[in-house]
């Protein structure tokens, strides 16, 4: 079992690809989009996955619409933002809008695995969470 | 740096004559259109009222001398008819009347002499012996006996002596006799002489053919066809007054003023210089253009001087807007710069990372089994390593440039500024390197908070590192960087060891525009906005420097008021 569904998107297609070898190679189970509409639409076939790791400049729709759009659509994926430009505002509006966490490129990786994992979990007590309050309001349903 | 002095020059110098002139000639025209024409009038009404002024005195004359000459000749008449043929032969009688006349009449009736018909002087009273003298020949004689009275000219007569007689005709005992008595030439002369007015005015009078009956002042000679028109002009006239002006014998313009006497026999001709008559006006005028000419001059000077005054206000308004202008050029650029340097550093850091990202992939990849045994995979693993540091090193170089370059915000709030200082030391840590230059940093831990904007300290900052290590490219050096407080202030230097700066740039270091690096080079403002910017906040920069030891930028800045003042000992 992978570690976690991890969905990739940023609109370098090399750094896409090492990226996703290198951390398939950690057991994470990746899909790759090139941009953020080709993300939301792998998020509406892939229900599965639980993160989205975000690059903020790209063109056409940008890193911080894409969020709002996954937010809105898909408001349990979790999502760890990718800047390569080193605005802490948009690191911080990003957080504002409800992504997990941001990063600045190039990253190192081992730290961008700890907080996928800690993303992942988060997203699951989440379901958990969920499953429990309908299970519990079922069983408490008056036959 | 001055500015081109030749086209500005030339320009300044139209400029300046252009004003000049236009302020002349505003001002001087309607000057000399005042001027102009109020003489010009006045002297048109006053020479007018000289000219009638003139004609009513020689009037009033006469009128006084055709009056004595009536005179006379009534009391003659009166005295013909007063006594008898008898009394009159008697010359004792007529001594006797001779004085009591004189003694009346001031000595004006010189002789009297009783005259027959054929001109023979029966009886005479006087001082001339003429008793019994025979004036048959005489010219007065032979017009006296055709009418009841006669006047003469002056003549000199069997006396010898300039006179004029006259003489009354009376019908006694049927024979014509004439009663003639002499009028005292001196005491007639005297009449006329005494018309004078003015420094040269003179009076005399002629008879129909130009012939002097009085003595006439020295000088005060015209030819003769002055005379003659002036005789033609007079019997032209109503009240037999006239007036010529004109050049006499010596060239001098005269006003010669006449009046028929003794009805047209005589010509009472006045003369004056006509300097002389004109004088009040001529004064006037005078003084008239002296003013004027004094205050053309004083316009002239003023309109020079006030033009060049002026033209040397605009010319510096000018070259500060010029300065203004490259400032504003200036930040423009350094606005572009800070915009293109973002566009940079994020394209840079996307390659970066993706280098990093397929290092980290080899790495990934050299830990699998079958390198496990590969001899230089130390090797390897110490390459990637090294293509990761780098990687990061780049990171911060673009963070580094990218958080320098965003807009500047000018806006103040209490920093410290030495972690402004160490940010920028950091930006320059690369360059100095590379110049040989060692950046030493002694800053003072507890340094108070100043009240500045972070970018524009910065920049102040940067600049003064900047120059320093410009300074120091050549041998390289030391940059000594500190912080300390005094009193209620912030200082902090930044001092080099480098060739120095020369005394006498000491003064303009901080003048826009003023820059020893070569053209392209410097712009001479970097200094200028430190200056302004140190100023702005409230602080003082200053430079100290000794050639061949170094150079010393110190800055002032005042602590921020939310930083409690210093208390003497401990709390």
Redesign the interface.
């Given at each position: 079992m992978p570690i976690a569904q991890v969905l990739l998107v940023d609109d370098?297609v090399?750094?896409v690809e090492?990226?996703t070898?290198?951390l398939s190679?950690?057991d994470l189970q990746v899909v790759a989009a090139f941009s953020g509409k080709e993300s939301l639409e792998k998020l509406q076939e892939i229900p599965e996955i639980e993160v989205v790791i975000l690059d903020v400049?790209m063109p056409e729709m940008d890193g911080i619409e894409a969020l709002r759009e996954i937010k809105r659509n898909f408001p349990l994926t979790e999502v760890i933002m990718l800047t390569?430009?080193?605005?802490v505002e948009t690191g911080i509006e990003g957080m504002k809008l409800g992504a997990f966490d941001y990063l600045?490129?190039?990253?190192d990786?081992e730290n961008l695995l700890a907080k996928v994992k800690a993303a992942a979990a988060k997203k699951r007590s989440h379901d958990e969470k969920i499953i429990a309050a309908r299970l519990k309001e079922i069983t408490s349903r008056r036959p | 740096m001055k500015q081109p002095d030749t086209p500005n020059h030339s320009y300044y110098r139209s400029l300046t004559r252009k004003m000049i002139l236009i302020v002349i000639i505003v001002s001087l025209t309607p000057f000399i259109l005042v001027t102009g024409i109020i003489l010009e009038q006045f002297q048109s009404s006053y020479q007018e009222k000289v000219r009638h002024h003139l004609k009513e005195l020689i009037l009033k004359h006469q009128q006084n001398i055709d009056g004595f000459l009536n005179e006379r000749l009534s009391d003659l008449r009166f005295f013909s008819k007063s006594f008898s043929l008898e009394e009159l032969r008697s010359e004792t009688f007529l001594q006797e009347k001779l004085i009591g006349l004189k003694r009346e009449y001031n000595a004006v009736y010189e002789d009297i002499g009783l005259i027959n018909v054929d001109g023979f002087q029966v009886t005479y009273a006087g001082p001339f012996g003429l008793a019994s003298a025979l004036y048959s020949q005489a010219d007065w004689f032979k017009k006296a006996i055709t009418k009841e009275f006669y006047i003469s000219d002056v003549f000199l007569g069997l006396r010898g002596i300039p006179h004029f007689i006259i003489a009354v005709k009376q019908d006694r005992q049927g024979d014509d006799w004439i009663l003639r008595t002499t009028i005292d030439f001196k005491a007639f002369n005297s009449l006329v002489e005494s018309i004078r007015i003015g420094k040269t005015g003179s009076a005399f009078i002629l008879n129909k053919a130009g012939e002097f009956q009085t003595t006439p002042q020295a000088g005060a000679v015209a030819d003769k066809e002055t005379y003659m028109l002036l005789l033609d002009k007079i019997a032209k006239t109503k009240d037999g007054i006239d007036m010529i002006e004109k050049a006499d014998e010596a060239g001098r313009e005269s006003i010669f003023v006449a009046a028929s006497l003794k009805h047209g026999d005589w010509l009472l001709v006045y003369r004056q210089d006509a300097a002389d008559a004109y004088a009040d006006f001529n004064r006037t005028r005078k003084i008239a253009l002296t003013i004027f000419l004094l205050g053309a001059l004083a316009i002239i000077t003023m309109a020079l001087l006030v033009s060049k005054r002026m033209v040397r206000r605009i010319a510096k308004a000018d070259r500060e807007k010029e300065m203004m202008n490259q400032q504003v050029i200036e930040t423009g650029k350094l606005a572009s710069i800070g915009e293109l340097a973002a566009g940079i550093a994020h394209e840079i850091n996307n390659p970066v990372a993706i280098m990093v990202e397929e290092a980290g992939w080899i790495q990934d990849l050299l830990s699998e089994e079958e390198f496990a045994q590969s001899e230089n995979l130390e090797e390897f693993n110490r390459a990637l390593k090294q293509i990761n540091t780098q990687g990061k090193r780049c990171k911060e170089i673009t963070h580094k440039l990218l958080s320098f370059a965003r807009k500047t915000d000018p806006r103040v709030h209490a920093v410290q500024i030495n972690s402004l200082i160490e940010e920028v030391v950091g930006i320059s840590d690369q360059r100095a390197k590379f110049s040989n230059v060692s950046i030493k940093t002694d800053l003072d831990p507890d340094l108070p908070l100043t009240e500045v904007s972070p970018t524009e300290f910065q920049q102040v900052f940067l600049n003064l590192i900047n120059n320093a290590l410009d300074a120091m490219e050549k041998k390289g050096g030391t940059l000594t960087i500190n912080s300390r407080r005094e009193d209620d202030h912030v200082v902090f230097s930044v001092s080099d060891n480098g060739p120095g700066i020369p005394k006498e740039y000491l003064a303009r270091i901080f003048d826009p525009f003023f820059t020893t690096k070569p053209v392209g080079k410097g712009t001479g403002l970097g200094l200028s906005i430190c200056f302004g910017i140190v100023k702005k906040i409230g602080g003082e920069i200053d430079v100290r420097s000794v050639l061949d030891e170094g150079t010393t930028f110190e800055v002032k800045l005042p602590i921020s008021k939310s930083v409690p003042a210093k208390s003497a000992g401990t709390d």
């Open positions: 370098e090399p750094f090492t990226m070898k290198r190679k950690r400049k390569g430009h080193a605005t600045m490129k190039p990253c990786i | -």
